[in-house]
């Protein structure tokens, strides 16, 4: 039975033929979300031959590693809708925590749609993803990530590719991705374990970006063949 947020703590990982793709920082981000959550996070062993998206999910009961398919083709062109993003509280925001529903449930309205993403709005900005990341290139070349204090989830695949982006000399800055933003964006990019990095083109229906995909392959790039 679910007993709420602090029931639970959880990560999805990437794997294939066994190969746990970057399993330490996952394990780093689980352990720092346990700690919020007031979970102990015990030693974990994982089944030889994992492949697919492997979730990992530690509770009073135990540690349960489950895996599902790839959902979808990775460093994807994306087409998205808006959804209100769940709020829960504010220490809790931005945790994979037990309470998760919401979340799949937006998912669930996403590929009932025939869409590939939900973004999630909170106070007129997108502020994360059902299952991913936002990036907003601009103009001026500099990357816009949501404000951790607005409640989105901190993402491995972002950390991975973080220092490629900077290598290649775009800006990263916190903000507000608000409805200004995105409608000027030059890129929309999109991170994730299953969706690696794609290029968001339209969203609610409304085209966006300028066609140029810098950004999304600097992080292609970042991830590495084994994401190919």
């Known amino acids: 039975m679910n007993k709420g947020p602090k029931s639970a703590v959880f990560t999805t990982i990437r794997a294939r033929g066994g190969k746990l793709f970057h399993l330490d920082y996952h394990t780093k981000r689980l352990k720092k979300h346990a700690a919020i959550l007031g979970i102990q996070i015990p030693k974990i062993e994982f089944p030889d031959g994992l492949d697919g998206l492997i979730t990992v999910k530690v509770s009073q009961y135990g540690v349960d590693i489950t895996s599902k398919p790839f959902y979808q083709e990775i ?113 929309f990019v999109l991170l994730g374990s299953g969706m690696g990095a794609a290029r968001l083109t339209i969203l609610d229906g409304v085209d966006l970006g300028d066609g140029s995909d810098s950004l999304q392959q600097t992080c292609i790039d970042a991830l590495g063949s084994d994401w190919r």
């Open 75 to 187: 460093h994807m062109e994306a087409e998205g809708f808006t959804f209100p993003a769940p709020r829960w509280a504010r220490k809790i925001m931005g945790t994979k925590h037990g309470e998760w529903d919401e979340y799949q449930r937006i998912t669930s309205q996403v590929f009932e749609r025939g869409a590939d993403v939900g973004l999630l709005v909170h106070e007129f900005c997108i502020v994360d993803g059902d299952r991913v990341m936002p990036l907003i290139l601009d103009e001026d070349g500099v990357v816009w990530i949501s404000d951790d204090k607005l409640g989105g989830v901190d993402s491995v695949t972002f950390e991975v590719c973080k220092p490629a982006i900077e290598s290649a000399g775009f800006i990263i800055s916190k903000g507000r991705l608000n409805e200004r933003m995105v409608a000027r964006a030059k890129e």
